[in-house]
């Protein structure tokens, strides 16, 4: 018992920082792609996107911020720290799925975690100067399910021997798919390049109201076309009145998951996510008042990502069963 209990205490730091090193991975993403998109250009926000008018209209950017100082550093940075999360995820399937006896809901998740890491791999040698928004989802929606399953796994390895509470694990369910969808509308906001298409959420559904909600900017299988680059897109409009109608479903909903898990006595998991629903909330309202400044889009991102950690530990939180033959259930 004593070598099950060193092998999980292993995993779980395996996973911990296999999950510290996809928040570094999503944040870098994030600088890369929100600077290459146009945030923190200068002059702001005259500039906003207007590498890719010219793209568009084929003609040169020398000014072209993908090209960057900042932005070569944050590429190394980002390769750098996905390969070591790339080794340690190897490691975690080695240590899970060819050692006895095997975890099995931890092989299933190392198995799957290495599976994304290569496909995120590959989908990176396809994504410097892609223009498809696919690209950018895939990559965005990879790194933030890996950070899920990373804390999953850490959190199984805990205490595999618990049971999920169903009051808080379906909430927490329903959260977690909100959030996935709530990060798959930013990531196609910034990749058509909507992200000042409106001010503000009464006045993006006014606007998405008066065009008719056109909602061609939801493919993510079509390259923006140059009038989806204007300001007044009716595509882009109704993109962001989606995003930000969104986001007021998925915090209601973390809400109720918080309150839920504080009568059920996670009140450290409550705490951490009501934290981190009221930073998101927050620093995405700074944002949209402030005309999206990178730094605090950034922070957004990272806080996303927070929340989305502190939401997935709730999923398998945590009723013990009674009795001595639970143990024998995680193992294969």
């Known amino acids: ?16 920082g296999c999950a510290i090193g996809m928040v570094f991975t999503i944040v870098l993403s ?26 568009a209209a084929g003609t040169s950017h020398p000014g072209s911020i993908g090209v960057g100082v900042g932005v070569a550093a944050a590429r190394l940075a980002h390769r750098v720290v996905a390969s070591v999360v790339l080794i340690l995820v190897i490691t975690l399937v080695l240590s899970t799925c060819f050692t006895r006896p095997r975890f099995t809901p931890a092989a299933a ?11 995120l791999a590959v989908l990176g040698v396809m994504t410097p100067g892609a223009r498809l928004p696919a690209v950018v989802l895939g990559n965005l929606l990879g790194g933030f399910l890996m950070l899920a399953l990373s804390v999953r796994l850490a959190s199984w390895s805990t205490n595999p021997q618990a049971e999920a509470d169903p009051s808080i694990g379906h909430w927490a369910r329903a959260s977690a798919a909100l959030l996935t969808v709530q990060v ?23 606007s998405a109201n008066h065009t008719g909600w ?13 009038s989806a680059l204007l300001r007044t897109d009716p595509a ?3 993109l962001q009145a989606v995003h930000r109608t969104s986001a007021l479903l998925t915090a209601a909903c973390v809400a109720v998951l918080a309150l839920q898990a504080w009568r059920r006595d996670r009140r450290a998991d409550a ?8 930073g998101v909330v927050s620093v995405g309202w700074l944002s949209a008042v402030h005309r999206l400044p990178i730094a605090t889009v950034l922070l957004h991102n990272l806080l996303a990502a927070v929340l989305l ?6 999923i398998g939180k945590r009723r013990r069963r009674s009795g001595t033959d639970q143990s024998n259930r995680v193992l294969a």
């Open 236 to 238: 882009a409009v109704a």
């Open 184 to 206: 798959a509308l930013g990531a196609l906001v910034s990749s058509t390049h909507a992200a000042l298409s409106c001010d503000g959420w009464s006045a993006c559904l006014a």
């Open 271 to 278: 705490v951490a996510v009501a934290a981190a629903t009221a």
């Open 309 to 314: 950690a502190a939401v997935v530990r709730l």
């Open 30 to 55: 994030a600088y890369m792609r929100l600077s290459q998109a146009g945030l923190g250009c200068e002059p702001w926000p005259a500039c906003y996107a207007q590498a890719a008018r010219d793209a």
């Open 214 to 226: 056109d909602l061609r900017a939801l493919n993510p299988w079509q390259v923006p076309s140059p």
């Open 1 to 16: 018992m004593n070598d099950t209990h060193r092998r999980l205490a292993w995993i779980r730091r395996l996973a911990i």
């Open 109 to 119: 998740l190392s198995a799957t975690l290495l599976m994304l890491a290569l496909g």
